[in-house]
């Protein structure tokens, strides 16, 4: 079996497309989306993302300002400028790129963004709405893989999904999301025995750990969906993912591609929550 490829560009261009008429028929109206994005420090990472995040709401017609700091803005500084872009009108989605230098606590930083500007959905109280199911924003990346999912047309109810990772922005939410969507849920991490026992059981296995090669094709029950959250690089320095594609591919049904799967729905969802969040304002 040959594994049909799940293609986060094309999605993600059909999403967007979706964004621009959402954001044009709110601009229409006078409420014009607008996402503020906040970097403290010169991370070179950090810059690229901040640079495609200020792009994609550009291109879809949604208006965005950028705030770059040096490193040494004070931790007071930044909570101050977060309370001002709470209180702007214009001001729909506030986003601080993560990481923030060692003297700024990055938690302290997310509970000062209002909730109704929460966008990255990374909030206690966002977490909170998630776990119990009520309405919010959802972590971006997570999120976009539900979507990944939802593109094959497979009915999550009832099957078995395999989580790798629990962390706070990408693991954890992924399993609530797939239970939201009446999976039945795993969570693998480092501590876990035999992840491929898991594994091999799974209709559907979500690798998010940042390490190569976490699930290989005798980890993978034929026909599973497969979706690959890392970014690493090997040894030629070629971006890959968690997952050795080329052998797991021989067995699943779907799988996302490194780079080009997940990747672009992660900013795609960070649009879909910020016209969200112009919606909600009224």
Do not use: W
Request: with cysteine; aromatic share 2%; glycine share 10%.
């Amino acid at each position: 079996m040959a594994a049909q490829l799940i293609d986060g560009n094309v999605l993600s261009k059909q999403m967007r497309a979706e964004v621009a008429t959402r954001a044009a028929a709110l601009t229409a109206r006078g409420r014009q989306p607008g996402l503020a994005v906040v970097l403290v420090g010169d991370d070179p990472a950090s810059q690229v993302y901040v640079r495609n995040k200020v792009k994609a709401c550009h291109d879809a017609g949604l208006h965005s300002v950028f705030e770059k700091f040096d490193a040494t803005l004070t931790e007071a500084e930044l909570l101050a400028r977060i309370d001002a872009l709470n209180a702007d009108p214009a001001i729909h989605g506030i986003l601080v790129q993560m990481p923030l230098p060692k003297h700024i606590d990055p938690h302290k930083v997310i509970e000062r963004i209002s909730t109704r500007k929460d966008v990255d959905g990374y909030s206690v109280l966002s977490a909170g709405e998630l776990m119990t199911g009520l309405p919010g924003f959802r972590p971006c990346t997570p999120y976009g893989c539900m979507k990944l999912i939802e593109s094959t047309g497979v009915d999550l109810r009832g099957k078995h999904a395999v989580v790798i990772g629990r962390s706070n922005t990408v693991g954890k939410p992924m399993a609530l999301l797939l239970l939201q969507a009446n999976a039945t849920v795993t969570i693998c991490h480092s501590a876990t025995a035999d992840i491929g026992h898991h594994t091999r059981q799974a209709d559907v296995v979500v690798a998010a750990v940042g390490r190569r090669n976490v699930l290989t094709a005798d980890m993978v029950k034929p026909g599973a969906i497969v979706i690959d959250v890392g970014i690493n690089r090997n040894e030629a320095g070629k971006l890959c993912g968690d997952v050795d594609f080329a052998g797991v591919a021989e067995l699943a049904s779907h799988i996302t591609p490194v780079p080009g799967g997940v990747g672009p729905m992660t900013i795609t969802m960070l649009l879909v929550n910020t016209i969200e969040a112009a919606e909600r304002a009224g």
